[in-house]
């Protein structure tokens, strides 16, 4: 996307799994949602990594739930994390709420 939208991924997310997926790779691979009222689940299923295939796919959810608890849920990792190449797109798993100030003012520090 364009800045502002790489600026929000980079500072406001709720990631189980932030990495360079590609949904369209396989007919098999779905990213679905379901809210009940209560839960709001989204889960990618057999997703696999842009230009990686060959690692396999991935499958988790995050669960988002009315009381403000957040469960993240891994069911397939065929590799560690901490492999998966970030020179494509950001590698993350947690939460976020920041923001970036690109032309700080004279006046603010």
Do not use: C
Not at 12 to 38: E, K
Not at 46 to 65: N, R
């Amino acid at each position: 996307g364009d800045v502002i939208h790489r600026m929000l991924t980079a500072t406001q997310y709720v990631a189980p799994l932030m990495a360079n997926f590609n949904p369209s790779y396989s007919r098999n691979s779905t990213v679905q949602y379901m809210d009940n009222g209560t839960v709001f689940v989204v889960q990618w299923d057999k997703v696999y990594l842009q230009g990686k295939e060959d690692m396999g796919s991935f499958t988790f959810q995050a669960a988002l739930h009315s009381t403000g608890r957040i469960v993240f849920g891994y069911k397939e990792i065929p590799v560690p994390v901490l492999q998966i190449s970030a020179t494509q797109h950001p590698v993350k798993a947690g939460l976020s709420d920041a923001f970036m100030i690109l032309n700080p003012s004279p006046d603010v520090p």
